[in-house]
């Protein structure tokens, strides 16, 4: 069993920047792949970005490529997601995920990961 804890939302304006930061309960959080997706009001839960056990290889989603980076510290149990230039339309709930991974790959639909976090509200104003 692995626990998430996010951290980080909050209500900022257009164009301003927040890092959010996932924190795993498990030692063993280097034989997770992380991933974090958001999920605005009416919306499907969507892919945001994705990171490999190691860090070595990372994987965005195209609204976000560019402005969003995804980075984990294994020694720290932590997974990050730095946001810059945001916009209203990031507006969401933000939940991180780990799945078990032996392969080094990185995974990008919801059904490949084990464990959810419970989320984080970020806010854009425009």
């Known amino acids: 069993q692995v626990q998430l804890v996010e951290s980080g939302g909050g209500l900022v304006q257009a164009g301003d920047s927040l890092r959010l930061s996932c924190a795993a309960s498990?030692?063993?959080?280097?034989?997770?792949?992380m991933g974090w997706f958001r999920q605005a009001p009416g919306k499907e839960r969507e892919f945001v970005a994705a990171i490999s056990r190691s860090g070595g290889s990372t994987y965005y989603a195209d609204p976000v490529k560019g402005r969003f980076t995804i980075s984990r510290d294994n020694a720290k149990n932590t997974v990050y997601l730095q946001m810059n230039s945001l916009k209203p339309e990031d507006t969401a709930v933000y939940h991180c995920a780990a799945g078990l991974d032996y392969s080094g790959r990185i995974y990008y639909r919801a059904n490949e990961y084990n464990y959810w976090g419970q989320g984080t509200q970020v806010t854009v104003s425009s």
């Open positions: 498990r030692r063993t959080f280097i034989t997770y792949a």
